[in-house]
């Protein structure tokens, strides 16, 4: 089983490189963000609960976010792994993922960090916003909270992995071509 972490801040494109590497490498692509926006549309108690953290550009709490990741990865007992995309975002939540997957005996693979400058990731986000209509991506003031909130309440997952030896950085600028083919190479070697 392979399992691997897409990391980043917001808008350093963990999303587009994961549907691309769920499909070369035949993993289940599970994103936290996405879950959420199904929930939200879907007025659903935990949308509703969601929404009011998602629209300031805050965290939602770890004890809703861990339980929704850990029904989905349940639910899922015959894929060949996972790649996990905007998940985890805090310690608690990266210790909760290492029991649940140490249950599972497999362990993470690897976490992969796309670095972009905070300059671009707001350009990056403000550009989204003008056609995906999400509201965190709409007002600059929501993309720099979320770009600080990365900094301290997510930063620390990176080192709590290279703790482990399993944690890789990246230049996250580039042609979505370009950056691919950087991811698998790590993921290639890794996997070797
Ligand atoms: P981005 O990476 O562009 O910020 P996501 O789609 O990953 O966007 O997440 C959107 C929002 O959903 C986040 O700002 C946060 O409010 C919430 N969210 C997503 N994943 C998590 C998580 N693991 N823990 C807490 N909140 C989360």
């Known amino acids: 089983m392979v399992n ?6 917001p808008g350093s494109g963990k999303g587009t490189q994961a549907e691309k590497l769920a499909a070369q490498y035949e993993l ?8 959420f926006r199904y929930e939200i549309k879907h007025g659903t108690p935990l949308g509703l609960e969601a929404k009011s953290y998602t629209d300031r550009g805050e965290l939602v709490p770890d004890s809703v976010t861990i339980g929704m990741l850990q029904s989905r990865v349940d639910a899922n007992p015959q894929v060949k792994g996972f790649i996990f995309d905007g998940f985890p975002r805090t310690i608690p939540q990266s210790e909760a993922l290492d029991t649940f997957l ?3 005996k497999t362990p993470v693979t690897a976490l992969l960090m796309l670095e972009v ?8 986000l403000l550009g989204r916003g003008q056609v995906s209509g999400r509201a965190d991506d709409a007002d600059e003031n929501i993309i ?3 770009i600080q909130v990365y900094k301290n309440e997510t930063n620390p997952v990176f080192d709590h992995y290279a ?10 600028v580039g042609s979505i071509e370009d950056i691919l083919d950087r991811l698998c190479e ?4 890794v996997l070797e």
């Open 117 to 124: 400058p905070d300059e671009e990731l707001v350009t990056r």
């Open 186 to 189: 790590v993921i290639d070697d």
């Open 28 to 35: 289940l692509h599970i994103s936290t963000g996405d879950m």
């Open 4 to 9: 691997l972490i897409l990391f980043g801040p």
């Open 163 to 172: 703790a482990q030896g399993k944690a890789f950085r990246l230049d996250g």
């Open 144 to 146: 720099r909270n979320r």
């Open 102 to 104: 140490s249950g599972r």
